[in-house]
């Protein structure tokens, strides 16, 4: 299922960090002090990688999947 901007603000945070995934390897990762990154994870040489897109709200929804 696709994340929504509504998704998105009101993603709570938890004890640990936690990841709220959209697609094509794109997540909104959730810190315990309720701070939220765009993050994208990919794969190189066989390796996973991530790659850190911005800070939610800075970095929309439209921008992060562009």
Same mark, same amino acid.
């Given at each position: 299922m696709s994340l929504t901007d509504? &998704?998105? =603000?009101?993603?709570?945070?938890?004890?640990?960090?936690?990841?709220?995934?959209d697609s094509k390897g794109l997540y909104?990762?959730?810190?315990?002090? &309720?701070? =939220?990154?765009?993050?994208l994870k990919y794969r190189f040489v066989g390796k996973e990688k991530r790659l850190a897109l911005g800070v939610y709200p800075e970095v929309t929804l439209k921008e992060a999947r562009t």
């Open positions: 509504t &998704g998105c =603000k009101n993603a709570q945070p938890s004890e640990k960090s936690r990841k709220v995934s909104l990762e959730v810190m315990p002090n &309720g701070s =939220k990154y765009w993050r």
